[in-house]
């Protein structure tokens, strides 16, 4: 080759090094899957150290994803962490984002600029599938249920919905597919309650006999309304075959969501998947009940692993899979018994929901396994697979996944999310300087210090047979050594107390409780 020849080949070499380079750092997904389970502790999957209960097709996902130690929920329930995941802000900045009935308006305003919204500016289909707990329509008790419910997700960016309005144990027990009522009855109107009751209907609490699949706890209320064999929460009347069968939610959750990836597999799209798993009540499927030993919880858990696996297949077999960005996670710790007879406590075994974290500490608490969750990142294409002990919050998603898709500026009141592309993507291993987790009360941690503001409510709670973390007195533990937080250092540290009450302080000085 002539010098002249092989100094073109050099500068062809070095363009398109350059080229691909460039294209590498500004490569985007073509798609975002956010799978955010119900009530799935730190300890319930077996890529993060459950041994009694098996998920082959997480650990799969894990396996070739990057598997977060210290990601956080903003809180230690469903609505406010939600809430934190879609609009980047703190649940507690604002009032009315507590748990929601299944009446509830909006909990989210259409005014309010949502991770869904920035996916439709990038270009993106944006669908949300699954459980909602968010609330419909504009006020509480004034959704029109035997017609169009507006507002709505498709008025917070979702092109496409098809959710259950709030939970699986609360009326109304039927699914809603942009905004309608599916299988819509004409025979058999609905109407909803959380105040009165509808004459003639028959309650689960004076009708056992009724509770054909699964009973209440005691004490734990949930004998209001009965549908499929089942008593919930608030009362019911109407939707005949538009009803739900609770155990074939999660096939009903996996179909839609499959059929939502073909649809728009030519497409950019970001999918919301909430499962109902492993929230109560839980009735699997009977391919699932009884199969994992442990009850119906553990059954739900083989379930839910299920509904990834499903998820996963679908993209495969449309090649999608490698160029997917799919979020793990759940919405809060782990609870045993929260409401029904399903065995889930007798049977738990050596089984640790909470894995390493306070023991019987979980879903309501303001221990770690409160709001610290499973989190994996899958991204065949550009994620090395690996663990990362970063520290990150879900509030973080929206501004990360704006960047990710080349959406640099996001809107001043998306107050709370920060862009940790980097830890997300494994490419830097910083993640936040520090996190406040909410739960009865607010808790600041920089990862390795966690302080607990005083609080005046019971410690344990009988009811779930919860550690609360609740103290009227300041609590620091050191996670570094203590992650059980089981020695309380605020009297030795009272410097590390103040510093950390002065984070507190200064975030909410920036807002706190607001009306709206
Ligand atoms: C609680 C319910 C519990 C569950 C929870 C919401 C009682 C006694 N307990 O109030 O069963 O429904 O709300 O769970 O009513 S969450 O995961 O959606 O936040
Ligand atoms: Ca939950």
């Known amino acids: 080759m002539s010098t002249v020849n092989k100094q073109i080949l050099l500068i062809a070499v070095l363009l398109l090094s350059c080229f691909f380079s460039y294209s590498q750092h500004h490569a985007k997904p073509q798609n975002v899957i956010l799978i955010i389970a119900d009530d799935i502790g730190y300890g319930d999957l077996s890529c993060y150290g459950a041994r009694a209960v098996r998920t082959p097709h997480i650990d799969q996902v894990a396996k070739r994803g990057l598997v977060f130690s210290d990601a956080h929920t903003t809180a230690s329930t469903c609505t406010p962490s939600r809430y934190s995941i879609f609009t980047g802000e703190y649940n507690w900045r604002k009032k009315g984002t507590g748990i929601a009935t299944g009446d509830a308006g909006m909990v989210i305003r259409p ?11 990038a270009g993106y289909t944006t669908g949300a599938i699954g459980k909602w707990h968010l609330g419909l ?19 917070i960016g979702f092109d496409y919905s098809f959710l259950m309005a709030a939970t699986g144990d609360r009326v109304p027990c039927v699914w809603v597919e942009n905004q309608r009522v599916v299988n819509y009855d ?10 009165n009751p509808f004459p003639g209907e028959p309650l689960g609490k004076d009708h056992p006999e009724l509770l054909t699949k699964l009973k209440p706890s005691p004490n734990h209320g949930h004998n209001q309304a009965i549908v499929n064999g089942i008593s919930r929460i608030g009362y019911m009347k109407g939707g005949g075959k538009a009803l739900w069968q609770d155990e074939y939610i999660a096939d009903t959750i996996a179909s839609r969501a499959t059929s939502f990836i073909k649809q728009h597999k030519k497409e950019q799209f970001f999918l919301y998947v909430g499962t109902n798993d492993i929230h109560v009540p839980r009735y699997p499927h009977p391919r699932f009940a009884g199969k994992s030993g442990m009850g119906f919880r553990g059954d739900a858990i083989l379930q839910f692993d299920w509904t990834v696996g499903e998820i996963v297949k679908a993209l495969k077999e449309n090649g999608l899979f490698d160029n997917t960005l799919i979020v793990i996670s759940s919405d809060n710790g782990p609870v045993i018994d929260d409401g029904y007879q399903d065995e889930a406590e007798a049977l738990l075994g050596n089984h640790k929901p909470w894995g390493p974290l306070h023991t019987r500490s979980g879903k309501y608490s303001n221990f770690e396994a409160g709001t610290r969750v499973p989190f994996i990142v899958s991204w065949p294409a550009r994620v090395k697979n690996g663990t990362s002990a970063a520290l990150i919050s879900q509030v973080d998603l929206l501004a990360s996944f704006a960047v990710l898709v080349g959406q640099q500026s996001i809107p001043a009141q998306v107050t709370d999310s920060q862009d940790q592309l980097k830890a997300l993507l494994g490419t830097g291993n910083t993640g936040r300087q520090y996190i406040i987790e909410s739960s009865t009360s607010l808790s600041v941690s920089d990862g390795e210090w966690k302080y607990i503001v005083p ?7 009988e009811l779930t047979q919860t550690r609360s973390g609740n103290a009227p007195v300041d609590q620091l533990y050191h ?27 200064k975030e909410k000085e920036k807002g706190y409780m607001r009306d709206r």
Request: zero cysteines; proline letters at 7%.
């Open 479 to 505: 996670l570094k050594t203590d992650l059980a937080e089981t020695r309380n250092l605020a009297n030795d540290k009272p410097e590390k107390v103040a510093a950390l009450k002065a984070l507190l302080l």
């Open 186 to 195: 004409a025979a058999a109107p609905i109407s909803v309650s959380y105040k």
């Open 137 to 155: 329509g504009d006020k509480q008790g004034d959704q029109d249920w035997n017609g169009l419910i507006t507002p709505g997700p498709v008025d």
């Open 111 to 121: 005014e309010q600029f949502t991770m869904a919204d920035m996916f439709q500016q």
């Open 455 to 461: 609080n005046t409510s019971p410690a344990f709670y």
